[in-house]
């Protein structure tokens, strides 16, 4: 990341004394789910990729047993995780009602079999369990940008646009077939799932810190649509969580 930019990123987002960047993305959603399981839950990470970069994404010793899924064998090398597996890419390895909460962390844009994956995920949550989930939503600009750029070219420029190091993982393809707020409810609701509730935020604009200027275009366009409500529909991370229920209505 160019000096300039980090610098402006010090200035527009600095970092609270609790050590979390003003705008962070990522503690919105693992301060929810935390807050609703404990060392006593057995939690599922489906989508869990590699070991997370970022501590507050580590889970592992704050849930009694961590486990991890993905259809990239890459997943054998997250050291986050109590229990690995691989599958492939909807059906999950498990007995029905074996886990006090499922979460999905930038996973669902990847998803190419929604009801189906939606569906496995209810099946292996105990009643009463919730499904937590981040997600890009489908309509801010960089998942436009994303949505009609050739999966090739997106991997040439979208760790370079985040400033990643030459070790982060190459992105996974999108299709954005879960990102859209509508459907997602509708989805959900068909799978089974009740007590959906999902919160749109708008972090830094971490997508555009290879230059000053972009970065303060994305300054401007974050505290556009998190100073009004109206605009809420265009911030671009979707958190939620839906509940299994506890009894099937019959």
């Excluded at 609790?18 to 993305?25: I, K, P, Q």
């Excluded at 486990?67 to 050291?79: E, H, I």
């Excluded at 077939?177 to 509730?197: F, I, K, Q």
């Excluded at 505290?223 to 209505?249: D, K, Y």
Aim: aromatic content about 12%; overall charge positive.
């Amino acid at each position: 990341m160019r000096t300039s930019v980090t610098r402006l990123l010090d200035i527009y987002y600095p970092v609270g004394s609790d050590g979390v960047r003003f705008r962070d993305g990522t503690a919105p959603f693992y301060g929810w789910l935390l807050a609703h399981v404990d060392n006593h839950s057995t939690v599922l990470n489906v989508g869990a990729g590699p070991t997370p970069p970022e501590s507050q994404r580590h889970m592992r010793g704050r849930v009694g047993r961590l486990v991890g899924v993905d259809p990239d064998p890459v997943v054998l090398t997250n050291s986050d995780l109590d229990e690995a597996y691989v599958n492939d890419g909807v059906i999950l390895p498990f007995a029905d009602g074996v886990f006090d909460a499922v979460f999905s962390d930038w996973t669902l844009e990847h998803v190419s079999a929604p009801a189906a994956f939606l569906s496995e995920v209810h099946r292996v949550l105990r009643p009463g369990g919730f499904f937590w989930f981040r997600t890009p939503n489908r309509w801010h600009y960089v998942s436009l940008l994303a949505a009609i750029t050739p999966h090739w070219v997106h991997g040439k420029i979208a760790n370079r646009a985040r400033a990643l190091g030459d070790d982060a993982h190459e992105p996974w393809p999108t299709l954005y077939r879960l990102n859209d707020n509508h459907r997602l409810r509708y989805l959900l609701s068909t799978a089974g799932y009740d007590a959906v509730e999902i919160r749109r935020i708008e972090s830094y604009p971490s997508y555009l810190v290879f230059h000053p200027l972009a970065f303060q275009l994305g300054v401007r366009y974050e505290r556009l649509v998190n100073r009004f409500a109206m605009l809420s529909r265009l911030r671009h991370t979707m958190i939620g969580r839906a509940r299994r229920p506890s009894q099937t209505m019959s």
